[in-house]
């Protein structure tokens, strides 16, 4: 025993280094467990047997080796009622000893994956989500974020529209303001980009790499403690996504769908007789330059879009390896012209156990091109803008399409001329992999080491192309342009870890130790390409152009974590549970003196449930009070902040010293002590269940405070070489609560089945402070953001200590009548707003916060209707308390648009307010965005074909929406400013999935 | 089972060896990586290199230069020098010139722009994104300038070995880093009043400085001058858009004509001496005054301090870019100016166009056609008579280099101004020859007039006269509100001129005006700073 007591008591640490051989003679016990009802392999059950202890892996095996004596053999797993069997082992005898569990509530027994690791739903003592391949969000899925939307409380999922656009994810709020507030997302174990979001991409959405067919489950770690394992990339929260695994006997699945998408909104604007009318009234000299056509832009570049999404998947498993190969190809067209994304992937996973089982070895591949059109810059601007009564054509023209006349900058261009003559296209290849060993040591049960090594190459190509003949061109006197950007990305990581499992003999309940070490590199190159003034329009941005300037611009970026990290679980008897983790992260981004940062976590769970005053209860099946603390960090800001650099000026800035024109060289300003933004976090949480789980949830409170924010903030001026400063300064905070609530409403009735699920958020953000040592002067200090149309550098928003961020900053309008008052001449600021500081003068003092674009209050509901084998599902989300600001109101709602020297079509509220003069700071352009949407009706139904399964289904995304707001979306983009957005579809889709 | 037994012993210490081996190779290579965290930068410059070229002095002192010129690092628009300002609104000669120009009766712009109406009307809050931009500018300029000095030093050029014939022209470098400091703490107490006071001995990222007083500054920009003007580059076409020695004593004599703003005490007979220095140096007038604001000004003699552009190697979408770009609209056409589209922005006021008499030259370029002499509407580009004086066409006729960002340089100071400052300063009592100032207002007279029609008698040569006749020599000049200021006209209800306080016909305003407020952001970045009085 002695040996054996040296390696238990001197832990992990060392056994690395001294793999003593201490290997007695004794006996083996193998065996397989199951769950009785479905039969199904149960993995991770607890296997003991006196003091050893073992846990059953993946296919429900467990090998128990080195062993003797006569003791009970005991099956234990959350979720299932224990079992134990009374077993004699003498030196080298093999005993099988296989057994089935009865299930008692078996979600609590499902596998969660974690950080590093797996854990049982009910002894997660943190505020994890689990969203498996059967409870995702069906239909036209570009991106696998779509998957969840609407799923999990607390979790804001803002798309932009476009087919495959970029995808802003907000767990818990908004915690930064210049950093990233995306989270870290980590799939298949390897943590994705260099901090948050998903890595590059050639313009839309970086995870549309990933096929969503191949995603078995996301898991959001939506509080600190649970996602503090990552440190200093965790203050945003991290998203797990698992991809599918071969199960099973060898299958092949083919899933296809086609999708129909229609514009549902469209900016109200006038229709040619109103613009008429307007240009009659307002601008008599414009009106011989109107012709007599009928017009209407919007429908002239939006169309229906067609989309087609096939995959094939082989899958197979034998008792040591396991596979899964699937091909997808997937194309969608915007419903405004010129956009569309198609993509092609590949993606692979197979694993493999070696000698005797102990070794495990996983290689996962995932390899995709994204091909993406996008409608070019100003389609949408300029087809609000173009007059209704003007024609499309115009043989008389170089392009053969109607402008205005002359090429003043006063005009708009016509829409269809740029949908037709310009292009913007970008190509993304990336390609994601791995290799993940785990090897149980052989003389010491529950020690498992475990390395993993992986990468990321994502390589771009965007490209724009805009000819020298366009309307607009000629008017910018930009005269053609050409743009490349060739981004490439490596990202290459070692993860190595070693996890140990034991049931100690000197103290109750089971103990899971992780200890690690990571390494990740990231090595970018950003080169691009703008030549203006193009000698031809003939290349159409194939080839190099002569051009009157160009601008090259290469730019590297490299960066490194390094990381060390180990957690503890303590489990008595799933009863009181406890985990503590704790992450040393250290940066290149980070100054020097602060290049290591330590991130501690810890959190209680007890189970209420299974203390005895519970027990009589026995609709209670599951009650867990949870209270985590934890710190984490934020390092997804820019490289080489610390360095003092000096910028080189390009050929167009040079400065002219008698004949000589010099290249100039700017020292820029710089913090050499920046570090990680530090967020600290409160979670308390009650996990229930009743009725054997047949209604289950959770409600969770949090209280998020964020401290030494990367803020850009003014500095005295003068002291250093810029007037703002990139700097570790201000906080904020975000408190909120969540309930999920999932239940069956109706079980077999009438041959109906119908289970609900409902997820509450509320989220309260408020910047605290943005320079403290200035105490309360701090409240006056502000800083404007949110730049919109009209005017140029007009700023909407506003980050203020007390507000949230990014408020509206607005003038206070004055009504009468229920319409906003709109004067003319002397007085007129006065008399039209408010004067908030009453000093007779109405300026920018004047102007106040006035709520901001984050929804106070988010509801998803998901209901599952089954009824004689169809499948009816919806699932339907609420906002309430988004504000928006409705910048093509605000910049084309005003009779001054049609005096320019060519007349812009008018946004339809200025017949409601009448304004002669642009009122862009007016709060009656932040509009309650307030809505609820039906995003997903499905009906499914599995039926046999010659002996094949198939199920077939049709679903309706954005069925409805209701809402207030006047504008095309009151979801698109979270910063809550619609300056021509692109517009929400309707999608229908049908589809089919075959098995053989 | 017993040979079972002993194939699993070897299995098992094989596999321990492959455990450790694996992990031994891990932990190595953990050990050796796990200190280094250092990724310096690759594809810009850092302290540790920039210096190592020679070259790289001239690049940053010509970025001290290019501070009055561009907005940032790329074209037109890209990394910009200062934030919290769209970019081409940023530029230090259009915040000038808008400071200088719109409040005063020479010019209003009709765009809506946050914070520029009230700029036109002498209504700007604490908060105006145009004020707080000026003073940043000035503030960027300083913090280059000092940086500059800070970089090279005795100490630091010995360090770095620099020796010879670039010791000797860093020497120079410095005295001109000096000049353009000392050029922008002119306008920060002529615009500002009391300010802080920083230099190349205060540490970069210190605490917020303590405010000095507007005649601290004075001191410091009289001391400064004095003692660089012999160390600055001769005039010549070698040099041109460098400071000279005569840029130098102009500054000096636009900097002593206002002492008794800056002071309170009056420094006139400081300018006489100071206009003479100038007017003794190698400039003439420019016998074409219409060269002196087209593509090729450059060639003009007149000139002794510009800010140069050039439509391919000098962009901005301020300057002289903005002016000429701004001064057109309505029906002009634009290919008139050598540019590519008009944006209907500034006109004259009332006032000013009504300053000038039927023969005087000076108004040649005025447009009046579709235009009205007033304004009953800011906004609209045809109340105001259009004066496009800056053009981007060569005195050739041909257009300049680029359509869009012109060739046209900004003539900071010309003969034209020290002429005036010699004739104002002679009539306060700075000393001089009254007969002298007649022959040099007399000679602008004369060429404005093209023949002697316009001259004037020497009692007709008196301080009002001398202020109108600098409305008319240097309009659009970006001088008219220090000189407004100077006569103590330019708040108050002495002189009413259009849109003065907000109302069509003009009002009194208040006196706080005459200094613009200091920016909110910045009394709360540095609470050191007390507000101006009246904001």
């Known amino acids: 025993m002695r040996p054996r007591r040296f390696v238990r008591n001197t832990l992990p640490a060392l056994l690395a280094l001294f793999p003593a051989v201490a290997f007695g003679q004794g006996g083996t016990i193998r065996g397989h467990v199951t769950g009785k009802t479905a039969g199904q392999p149960l993995p991770g059950v607890t296997v003991s047997f006196g003091s050893r202890l073992t846990q059953t892996r993946s296919d429900g095996q467990y090998v128990l080796g080195n062993i003797t004596g006569r003791d009970s053999l005991r099956f234990r797993v959350i979720g299932y009622a224990p079992v134990a069997r009374l077993v004699t082992l003498t030196a080298g005898q093999t005993t099988d000893v296989d057994v089935t569990l009865d299930a008692q509530a078996v979600a609590l027994a499902e596998m969660v994956v974690t950080g590093y690791g797996e854990q049982r739903a009910g002894n997660i003592t943190g505020a994890v989500t689990q969203v498996s391949a059967d409870q995702f969000n069906t239909g036209r899925i570009v991106s696998p974020q779509e998957l969840i939307r609407g799923k999990v409380p607390g979790v804001q999922v803002v798309d932009q529209n476009e087919p495959g656009g970029g995808i802003s994810v907000r767990i818990r709020g908004t915690t930064s303001v210049n950093a990233s507030s995306e989270p870290l997302y980590v799939i298949d174990g390897i943590p994705i980009g260099t901090g948050a979001g998903g890595g590059l991409s050639a313009g839309r959405n970086a995870l549309n790499f990933l096929n969503s067919d191949d995603v078995e489950t996301i898991t959001v770690l939506r509080d600190a403690s649970a996602a503090a394992i990552y440190g200093a990339n965790a203050a945003s929260g991290v998203v797990l996504i698992q991809t599918k695994t071969g199960k099973g006997r060898p299958q092949v699945t083919y899933t296809t769908s086609g999708s129909a998408s229609s514009i549902t909104r469209r900016p109200s604007m006038l229709t040619a007789d109103q613009f008429r009318v307007a240009v009659t009234t307002y601008a008599p000299q414009n009106v011989t330059q109107l012709a007599n056509a009928n017009t209407d832009w919007y429908d002239q570049i939006s169309r229906t879009g067609a989309g087609q999404d096939h995959n094939l998947s082989v899958t197979g498993s034998t008792p040591s390896a396991n596979w899964r190969v699937s091909g997808g190809f997937l194309r969608q067209d915007g419903i405004i012209r010129g956009s569309s994304t198609e993509r092609v992937s590949l993606d692979l996973n197979f694993s493999q156990r070696l000698l005797d089982d102990r070794l495990e070895v996983r290689v996962t591949e995932k390899g995709s091109r994204n091909l993406d059109q996008f409608t070019p810059g100003g389609v949408l601007s300029n087809a609000a803008q173009m007059g209704p009564t003007q024609p499309i054509h115009n043989a008389a023209t170089t392009t053969g399409y109607y402008d205005w006349p002359g090429n003043t900058l006063q005009s708009p261009d016509n829409p269809l001329a740029v949908l037709a003559l310009a292009k913007d296209r970008g190509t993304t290849y990336r390609n994601i992999g791995g290799v993940q060993t785990s090897y149980m040591m052989p003389f010491l049960a529950g020690l498992q080491a475990n390395v993993n090594l992986s990468y990321d190459v994502a390589r771009t190509d965007r490209q724009t192309f805009f000819p020298s003949v366009l309307h607009g061109q000629l008017k910018s006197g930009q005269r053609g342009s050409d743009y490349r950007a060739n981004q490439s990305q490596t990202n290459s990581a070692l993860e190595t870890f070693l996890d140990y499992t034991t049931q100690p003999l000197f103290f109750p309940g089971a103990i899971d130790l992780t200890a690690g070490y990571s390494y990740s590199q990231s090595n970018a190159e950003y080169p691009s390409y703008l030549a203006t003034g193009l000698s031809t329009d003939l290349l159409r941005g194939n080839g190099v152009t002569t051009a009157l300037t160009t601008q090259n611009v290469e730019d590297v970026q490299e960066s490194r974590l390094i990381s060390f990290f180990g957690r503890f679980n303590y489990n008595y008897n799933d009863r009181y549970l406890l985990g503590a983790s704790v992450r040393r992260d250290g940066s290149s981004r980070f100054g020097t003196g602060n290049q290591w940062g330590v991130f501690p976590a810890l959190s209680l769970g007890w189970r209420l449930s299974e203390e005895g005053f519970f027990r009589g209860m026995s609709s209670v099946s599951d009650l867990k009070l949870r209270a985590s603390w934890a710190k984490t960090g934020n390092q997804a800001f820019a490289n080489y902040q610390q360095y003092a650099t000096y910028v080189l000026g390009d050929a167009q800035t040079r400065a002219q010293f008698g004949s000589d024109y010099v290249t100039t060289i700017r020292p820029s300003a710089y913090d050499p002590n920046i570090q990680w933004e530090s967020t600290k976090a409160t979670d308390i949480g009650l996990d229930f269940g009743f009725w054997n789980q047949r209604l289950t949830g959770a409600l969770d409170w949090y209280d998020k405070k964020t401290d030494n924010l990367i803020f850009t903030v003014p500095v005295a001026a003068g002291t250093n070489l810029s007037n703002y400063l990139t700097t570790n300064i201000g906080s904020m905070k975000n408190r909120g609560l969540e309930l999920s609530v999932g239940m069956p409403l109706l079980q077999k009735k009438r041959g109906v089945d119908w289970s609900v699920q409902f997820t509450v958020a509320k989220n309260d953000n408020e910047l605290t402070s943005i320079n403290p040592v200035f105490g309360t002067n701090a409240q006056a200090q502000r800083i404007l953001t949110g730049l919109v149309s009209g005017g140029v550098g007009t700023f909407i928003q506003v980050l203020q200590p007390g507000q949230p961020v990014n408020s509206f900053f607005v003038y206070q309008h004055r009504f009468a009548n229920g319409k906003p008052v709109f004067k003319e001449g002397a007085g007129a600021d006065t008399a039209m707003y408010v004067d908030q500081n009453g000093d007779k003068v109405l300026n920018q003092d004047d102007r106040v916060p006035f709520h901001s674009p984050s929804p106070k209050l988010m509801l998803g509901h998901t209901s599952n209707i089954g009824y004689r084998g169809f499948d009816l599902s919806f699932t339907m989300r609420a906002y309430m308390g988004n504000y928006v600001y409705n910048n093509v109101s605000s910049n084309l709602g005003t009779y001054s648009e049609v005096t320019r020297a060519s007349p812009y079509n008018l946004h339809a509220s200025v017949l409601e307010t009448g304004f002669k003069t642009p009122q862009y700071l007016s709060d009656y352009y932040v509009e309650d965005a307030s809505f609820i949407r039906m995003d997903n009706i499905s009906l499914s139904r599995g039926f046999n074909y010659r002996q094949q399964p198939i199920r077939a289904h049709v679903t309706i995304q954005n069925a409805f929406t209701s809402t207030d707001y006047s504008g095309v979306d009151p979801t698109a983009g979270l910063n809550g400013l619609d300056n021509n957005i692109y517009p929400r579809s309707r999608t229908y889709s049908a589809g089919l999935t075959v098995r053989f | ?535």
């Not at chain 2, 210096?51 to 009055?68: E, H, I, M, T, W």
């Not at chain 2, 900097?255 to 006489?272: Q, R, S």
């Not at chain 2, 074409?288 to 000139?303: G, M, T, V």
Request: proline letters at 5%; a neutral charge.
């Open chain 2, 1 to 535: 089972m017993t040979t079972n037994s002993s194939h699993g012993i070897r299995s098992m210490i094989r596999q321990s060896l492959i455990t450790g081996a694996a992990a031994l190779a891990l932990l190595s290579v953990a050990a050796t990586s796990c200190t280094d965290l250092t990724i310096e930068p690759k594809s810009t410059l850092t302290d540790a290199n920039v210096f190592n070229d020679p070259g790289s002095y001239k690049g940053f002192l010509a970025r001290v230069y290019s501070g009055l010129a561009v907005s940032g690092q790329r074209g037109a628009d890209g990394r910009p020098d200062i934030s919290g300002i769209d970019e081409g609104f940023s530029q230090y000669l259009r915040l000038l010139w808008e400071a200088q120009e719109l409040p005063s009766d020479e010019a209003v712009i009709g765009w809506g722009d946050v914070g520029l109406p009230e700029m036109n009307t002498q209504t700007w809050a604490v908060t105006n994104s145009f004020v707080v931009a000026m003073y940043y500018r000035i503030y960027f300029q300083v913090g280059m300038a000092n940086e500059f000095l800070r970089q090279t030093t005795d100490d630091k050029l010995d360090a770095r070995g620099v020796t010879g014939t670039l010791r000797t022209e860093i020497a120079t470098y410095r005295a001109e880093a000096r000049f353009l400091r000392a050029f922008s703490y002119w306008h920060g107490i002529d615009l500002f009043g009391d300010i802080p006071l920083l230099t190349e001995t205060d540490p970069l990222g210190s605490t917020p400085p303590t405010q000095a007083t507007r005649k601290e500054i004075y001191d410091f920009i009289v001391s400064e001058l004095t003692a660089i003007t012999g160390s600055l580059p001769s005039p010549g076409a070698a040099t041109y858009g460098r400071a000279t020695p005569a840029a130098a004593q102009m500054l000096l004599a636009k900097v002593y004509l206002n002492a008794g703003v800056y002071t309170g005490t009056p420094n006139y007979a400081g300018a006489l001496t100071a206009a003479s220095a100038v007017i003794n140096s190698p400039y003439s007038l420019d016998a074409n005054y219409r060269r002196i604001f087209s593509a090729d000004n450059n060639s003009s003699p007149e000139i002794i301090f510009a800010i140069p552009q050039d439509g391919l190697k000098t962009q901005t979408w301020g300057g002289v870019t903005f002016l000429v770009h701004a001064s057109c609209g309505g029906s002009m056409a634009n290919a008139t100016y050598g540019i590519d589209g008009c944006w209907w922005g500034i006109r004259l006021k009332p006032q000013a166009y009504n300053a000038f008499a039927a023969g005087d030259g000076r108004r040649s370029f005025f447009v009046t056609s579709g235009q009205s002499v007033n304004i009953t509407s800011i906004g609209d580009f045809t109340h105001g008579v259009a004066a496009p004086k800056f053009t981007n066409v060569t005195t050739g006729g041909a257009p300049g280099s680029h359509a869009t960002h012109v060739d046209t340089d900004f003539p900071v100071f010309r003969l034209a101004d020290a002429y005036l400052i010699y004739a104002e300063a002679q009539l306060r009592g700075g000393g001089g020859a009254a007969t002298q100032a007649l022959t040099y207002v007399n000679a602008l007279r004369q060429r404005a007039y093209g023949n002697a029609s316009g001259n004037i008698s020497a009692t007709e040569l008196t301080l009002p006269f001398v202020l109108a006749e600098r409305q008319r020599e240097l309009l659009w000049e970006g001088h008219r509100r220090t000189d407004l200021v100077r006569y103590g006209q330019f708040t108050g209800g002495s002189y009413i001129w259009a849109w003065k306080g907000g109302t069509a016909a003009g009002t009194a305003t208040d006196p706080k005006y005459n200094l613009y407020p200091i920016p909110a952001n910045e009394l709360i970045a540095n609470p050191n700073l007390k507000q101006n009085p009246g904001y």
